[in-house]
Nanobody, 126 residues
Framework: DVQLQASGGGLVQAGGSLRLSCVAS????????IGWFRQAPGKEREGVSC????????YYQDSVKGRFAISSDSAKNTMYLQMNDLKPEDTAVYYC???????????????????WGKGTLVTVSS
């Protein structure tokens, strides 16, 4: 039974940094696509960043390129999202998800993921 637990959200001022973590159980990161997604109030969920199992590449939506970095630690079964230079428009509930597909499509991420964790709220004040 796959379970994902995201943490690390909080309140930060614009320009600050946060690191989100997602611990997985019942699942190994080695062979599957993993990623971070977010949903801002009143908006649809969107892909933020993912590591694709099909080509081993890291993908980012254009708005976070150069500011966010996705990584994973297979030994700890944990994935991370380092978020720097945060902006008020980054405010959202962030979700981790595993197993599926995720790819860059002209600056946005298209995805279909099988397992989702509960979100962690990130609030960026101006």
């Amino acid at each position: 039974d796959v379970q994902l637990q995201a943490s690390g959200g909080g309140l930060v001022q614009a320009g600050g940094s946060l690191r989100l973590s997602c611990v997985a159980s019942g699942f190994s990161f080695d062979d599957y696509t993993i990623g971070w997604f977010r949903q801002a109030p009143g908006k649809e969920r969107e892909g933020v960043s993912c590591i694709s199992s099909s080509d081993g590449r890291n993908y980012y939506q254009d708005s976070v390129k150069g500011r966010f970095a996705i990584s994973s630690d297979s030994a700890k079964n944990t994935m991370y999202l380092q978020m720097n230079d945060l902006k008020p428009e980054d405010t959202a509930v962030y979700y981790c998800a595993v197993k599926g597909v995720c790819y860059n499509d002209y600056g946005t991420l298209n995805y279909g993921m099988d397992y989702w964790g509960k979100g962690t709220l990130v609030t960026v004040s101006s």
